[in-house]
């Protein structure tokens, strides 16, 4: 009897999404997106940073509506006719959060993003809640610092990560 042969592949193409925020575009693998919803009533919370809008309900869950541009330091989006939730997986920092959501400005657009197609942008300085920005199929691009974001709003709520 043969030992298994172990067989690496390399990932061809990374499915994606890019999602239109205020004045720029994020691009998130679709894992990272759980689903993209209507603006739905959100309910603000009392003394909160700027940055943590209110919350929101998905699928009978209360899920915390953050803004990706005031977490660094830009200015509060409005909404608009086409603007969404998207809810976002986190990273599993601490378990009592399994999501947060963002607003958009639109709805976002699949991306099959390839090692070819996409490259470091190295003329922009991270922000705190920014991962990498890139260039990709001629489109400039922010990947957003999910665990960055989740451990800010733990940080708030004051939860040992």
């Not at 239109?20 to 940073?49: F, K, W």
């Not at 490259?119 to 260039?135: A, C, G, I, Q, Y």
Request: with cysteine.
């Amino acid at each position: 009897m043969r030992a298994p042969q172990r067989i690496e592949k390399k990932v061809q193409e990374v499915a994606s999404l890019l999602i239109p925020i205020q004045g720029r575009l994020l691009l998130a693998p679709n894992v990272t997106v759980a689903e993209i919803v209507p603006v739905s009533q959100v309910i603000p919370v009392e003394d909160a940073p700027a940055w943590y809008l209110g919350n929101c309900s998905w699928r009978e869950q209360t899920i915390p509506l953050l803004s990706f541009e005031v977490m660094n330091g830009e200015d509060k989006p409005g909404v608009a006719s086409r603007s969404r939730f998207a809810v976002l997986n986190t990273t599993g920092v601490n378990e009592s959060l399994p999501f947060i959501a963002i607003l958009t400005q639109g709805l976002p657009r699949l991306a099959r993003v390839t090692e070819e197609e996409i490259t470091e942008r190295e003329d922009t300085d991270n922000k705190p809640f920014e991962l990498m920005h890139v260039s990709w199929a001629g489109e400039e691009a922010v990947i957003p610092h999910v665990e960055a974001m989740e451990r800010a709003f733990l940080d708030y709520l004051h939860l040992d990560n």
